[in-house]
Nanobody, 116 residues
Framework: VQLVESGGGVVQPGGSLRLSCAAS????????MKWYRQAPGKERELVAS????????NYADSVKGRFAISRDNVKNTLYLQMNSLKPEDTAMYYC??????????WGQGTQVTVSS
């Protein structure tokens, strides 16, 4: 199993970034996928999730209306479109899925820094 995030970087407040997570080694289309983030000194928090086939999405209140999670089950890729970025969005962003055994898989993360 491999999850590889990309697309992070440094952006000014109000800017946009699109994160990607390339998945391999498992049947991507059958799992709910999630984006988490962790800022220095803070706990990891769930940002957004998307269900396997129907694509039902959920968002943390802090990102509703600004972020959009999506997936391409042909390319086995998860996305997070982030708009109207704020300094408080600065964090390492991780993609995740959980097996039915409750084992969690994580990527290595991609850093997002929002600063003027």
């Amino acid at each position: 199993v491999q999850l590889v995030e990309s697309g992070g970087g440094v952006v000014q407040p109000g800017g946009s970034l699109r994160l990607s997570c390339a998945a391999s080694g498992f049947t991507f289309s059958t799992y709910t996928m999630k984006w988490y983030r962790q800022a220095p000194g803070k706990e990891r928090e769930l940002v957004a999730s998307i269900s396997s086939t129907r694509g039902i999405t959920n968002y943390a209140d802090s990102v509703k209306g600004r972020f959009a999670i999506s997936r391409d089950n042909v390319k086995n890729t998860l996305y997070l479109q982030m708009n109207s970025l704020k300094p408080e969005d600065t964090a390492m962003y991780y993609c995740n899925f959980r097996r039915v055994t409750a084992y969690d898989y994580w990527g290595q993360g991609t850093q997002v820094t929002v600063s003027s």
